[in-house]
C-alpha cells in the first residue's frame, strides 16, 4: 500500500540553524501539507501545496518557513533559522484532490536545543 | 471560529465497546474524521463522515454525526489492547486543499 515517506525521523539542531525536512507524498497525489505537533498539544496546521504554489498558510507559517517541491517527488520544509520553540513533530501530508483523506507520514521530530 | 475538543482520556475494559466523543464548532465543516495515532507513529487515518451523512459503519467502528448539536462520535466495538491510542476527532471545509482542525486527541486505554 502506498505510503507518505518522511526524513529523517529524528533532527537535533542547534538554534539560529537552518533544516530542511524532507517528504515523499504518495506518488499519484496532487496537494500537499505540513502539520505540527508540539509535545503535549494539538496537531496544526501550517501550509498545504497545489500546483507549485501556496494555497493556504497559518500564522505559525512566517517568513522563516518556506515550502518546496524541488522534483517531482520530493516535497520539502526549510526552517531558516531555528529557534526553540520551533521543537516539535512535523509531519507530511498529501491527498489525490478527488477526495478528501489526508494521509500523514510517520512525522519528524525536531528537536531545537 | 474553528476549534474541536474532545476528552483527554477513556478507560475501558478489554472486549466491551469504546465510545470517543468530540464536539465541533464550524458550521461550515463538511468533513469530519477520525485519525488514529499510535505510540512513536504518524497519524493513521481511520474513517470520515460527509456532513450530510449521519452515520457511516465499517467493521468494528461506527461513526455518529449529530449535525444540529456539532456533535461527532466514535464507537469502537470489542475493544481489543491493540486499539490502545489516541484519537484524533478532525473536521475540515469543503476544498481541495482545505486544511484540516485537530481536536487534542482522546488517549484510550485498554485494561484486562
Known amino acids: 500500500e502506498p505510503e507518505v515517506t518522511q526524513t529523517p525521523s529524528h533532527q537535533v539542531t542547534q538554534m539560529g540553524q537552518e533544516v530542511i525536512l524532507r517528504c515523499v507524498p504518495i506518488?499519484?497525489?496532487?496537494?500537499f501539507y505540513w502539520y505540527r505537533q508540539i509535545l503535549g498539544q494539538k496537531v496544526e496546521f501550517l501550509v498545504s501545496f497545489y500546483n507549485n504554489e501556496i494555497s493556504e498558510k497559518s500564522e505559525i507559517f512566517d517568513d522563516q518557513f518556506s515550502v518546496e517541491r524541488p522534483d517531482g517527488s520530493n516535497f520539502t520544509l526549510k526552517i531558516r533559522s531555528t529557534k526553540l520553540e520551533d521543537s516539535a513533530m512535523y509531519f507530511c501530508?498529501?491527498?489525490?484532490?478527488?477526495?478528501?483523506?489526508?494521509?500523514f507520514g510517520p512525522g519528524t521530530r525536531l528537536t531545537v536545543t | 471560529g474553528e476549534d474541536v475538543e474532545q476528552s483527554l482520556f477513556l478507560s475501558v475494559r478489554e472486549g466491551d465497546s469504546s465510545v470517543i466523543n468530540c464536539t465541533y464548532t464550524d458550521s461550515s465543516s463538511t468533513y469530519l474524521y477520525w485519525y488514529k495515532q499510535e505510540p512513536g507513529a504518524g497519524l493513521q487515518l481511520l474513517t470520515y463522515?460527509?456532513?450530510?451523512?449521519d452515520m457511516k459503519q465499517d467493521q468494528r467502528l461506527t461513526v455518529l454525526l449529530n449535525k444540529k448539536d456539532k456533535h461527532l462520535s466514535l464507537r469502537i466495538a470489542d475493544t481489543q489492547t491493540g486499539d490502545s491510542a489516541i484519537y484524533f476527532c478532525a473536521e475540515s471545509r469543503e476544498s481541495s486543499a482545505s486544511k484540516i482542525i485537530f481536536g487534542s486527541g482522546t488517549r484510550l486505554s485498554i485494561r484486562p
Open positions: 506518488s499519484n497525489h496532487l496537494y
Open positions: 501530508a498529501s491527498t489525490e484532490g478527488t477526495s478528501y483523506e489526508q494521509y
Open positions: 463522515i460527509f456532513s450530510n451523512m
